[in-house]
C-alpha cells in the first residue's frame, strides 16, 4: 500500500471534516506532530472510512489547543481511507479492509498483508509508546475497548476509556492486534459516527492519555474491569437473502437487532424469521476456525434463536456493513487474572485516569 509521510501537519487540514480531506491528502497518511516528549503516541483513525470520530477528536484537540502550546508528547496520527471517507462508506467495493491488512501473527506476508508491511516497519522505526486506534460503530453498543493482549499495561490503557474490555485474537490483521506485539494497543469502539458524545469521550481519553505520558503496571482488580472475551464470529451466507422486519427474505432479522449488544441472552432467543427450507442462514466461526454454528443457534418454529448464554456485539442494521465485515461477534466473560500474560515492561508509577462516558 502506498502512503505519503508528512513531518508535520499540513496547512488547512484540520478545518476538513473526514469526507473532504482528500482536497489535501492523496490516500492514507502517516502524520508527525512534535510534542516534548519525542516518542511518539501512535493514533489510527479512519481505517473505515464511514467512522470518522478519531478524526472529529483529533482534529477538534489539536484545534482547540494555543498554536504556541507544545503537546505534551509527540503525535503519530496514521490516518487511513481517505477515498472510502470521501464518499462516507467503509470500503470501496475494490479495495481491502484496511483493519485485516497488518501483519501480525495471524498473518502470512501476502497480498494486501504484504503491502502494509513498509508502513509498519516505518511506524515501529519511531518507536512508538503506544497504539490507539479509534473506531465507530454501525450498530446500538456502548463505548468499549478491545485489547489482544491481557497484560496490565495493555488492560490500564483500554480501561482509560471505558471499564467494558473486550480481549479479541480474530479477526487478524487489525492495527492493535499488529502493534500488540510490541506495545500496549487498544481499539476504541466509540459508538456511532456523527454522535457527539463519542467524539466528547475520545478527547476526554486523549487528553488524559498525552498528558500522562505512561501507563502503569500496577495489578487490575477484577472488580475493576469488566472483561469479555470474543469466541465466535457471525456471518451470513452469500447466497442467503436477508432483510430486516416484515421484508420478504429467506432470513428476516428482527428490526431492532442492534438493540441486543451487550446483553446477556438466555437461550431460545429469536434473532430473526427463517424461510422454509433454508437450512444454514447464518455462520459461527471460533477463533480457531472451527465451525461452532450449531452450538450458538438452533431453528426452531421458522426462528432463528440462540441455543446457550451468549453476548453478542457489534449487531448492525446496516446491510452492505454485514455484507463486507459480519452480522455479529459473540463474547463470553473472561476471568482476566487467570489469563493474565506477563509483562516485560518495569511497572512505572503513574497511570492515566479513567475518563467517564457518562452523558
Request: hydrophobic residues 40%; negative net charge.
Amino acid at each position: 500500500m502506498n502512503f505519503t509521510e508528512y513531518d508535520k501537519l499540513p496547512e488547512t487540514l484540520l478545518e476538513l471534516p473526514a469526507t473532504a480531506l482528500h482536497q489535501v491528502l492523496d490516500g492514507p497518511s502517516l502524520i508527525h506532530v512534535r510534542g516534548r516528549r519525542k516518542q511518539p503516541l501512535l493514533l489510527g483513525m479512519l481505517q473505515h472510512g464511514n467512522e470518522d470520530t478519531g478524526w472529529e477528536a483529533v482534529r477538534r484537540l489539536l484545534k482547540n489547543r494555543d498554536p504556541a502550546e507544545e503537546l505534551p508528547c509527540s503525535l503519530l496520527l496514521f490516518i487511513g481511507n481517505v477515498e472510502a471517507a470521501r464518499h462516507r462508506v467503509r470500503r470501496l467495493d475494490h479495495q481491502p479492509d484496511f483493519n485485516r491488512c497488518w501483519p501480525d501473527d495471524t498473518q502470512t506476508d501476502h497480498g494486501s498483508v504484504g503491502s502494509f508491511r513498509p508502513l509498519m516497519e516505518r511506524i515501529l522505526a519511531y518507536q512508538p509508546w503506544a497504539c490507539v486506534d479509534i473506531h465507530n460503530n454501525t450498530g446500538l453498543n456502548p463505548h468499549y475497548a478491545a485489547i489482544n493482549r491481557i497484560k496490565p499495561d495493555h488492560l490500564r490503557l483500554a480501561m482509560g476509556f471505558a471499564p467494558q474490555v473486550v480481549h479479541f485474537t480474530r479477526p487478524g490483521g487489525t492495527m492493535s492486534h499488529a502493534f500488540s506485539e510490541h506495545m500496549p494497543s487498544a481499539t476504541l469502539e466509540c459508538g456511532q459516527a456523527g454522535n457527539v458524545h463519542g467524539t466528547d469521550h475520545t478527547i476526554a481519553f486523549l487528553e488524559a492519555l498525552i498528558n500522562a505520558e505512561q501507563l502503569s503496571k500496577l495489578p487490575v482488580e477484577p472488580e475493576e474491569v469488566q472483561l469479555y472475551h470474543m469466541c465466535a464470529t457471525v456471518t451470513i451466507p452469500d447466497d442467503v437473502l436477508f432483510g430486516f422486519g416484515a421484508a420478504p427474505a429467506e432470513l428476516a432479522l428482527r428490526e431492532d437487532l442492534d438493540s441486543l449488544n451487550f446483553e446477556e441472552l438466555a437461550p431460545g432467543t429469536v434473532f430473526g424469521q427463517v424461510a422454509d427450507g433454508v437450512e444454514r442462514p447464518v455462520r459461527a466461526v471460533d477463533v480457531r476456525g472451527r465451525d461452532v454454528t450449531s452450538y450458538h443457534f438452533t431453528i426452531e418454529g421458522g426462528e432463528l434463536r440462540t441455543a446457550r448464554p451468549v453476548m453478542p456485539s457489534m449487531l448492525t442494521l446496516d446491510r452492505r456493513v454485514i455484507r463486507q465485515d459480519c452480522l455479529c461477534y459473540l463474547m463470553e466473560r473472561l476471568d482476566y487474572q487467570a489469563h493474565i500474560e506477563p509483562s516485560e515492561i518495569e511497572p512505572l508509577p503513574d497511570s492515566i485516569p479513567r475518563v467517564s462516558n457518562a452523558k
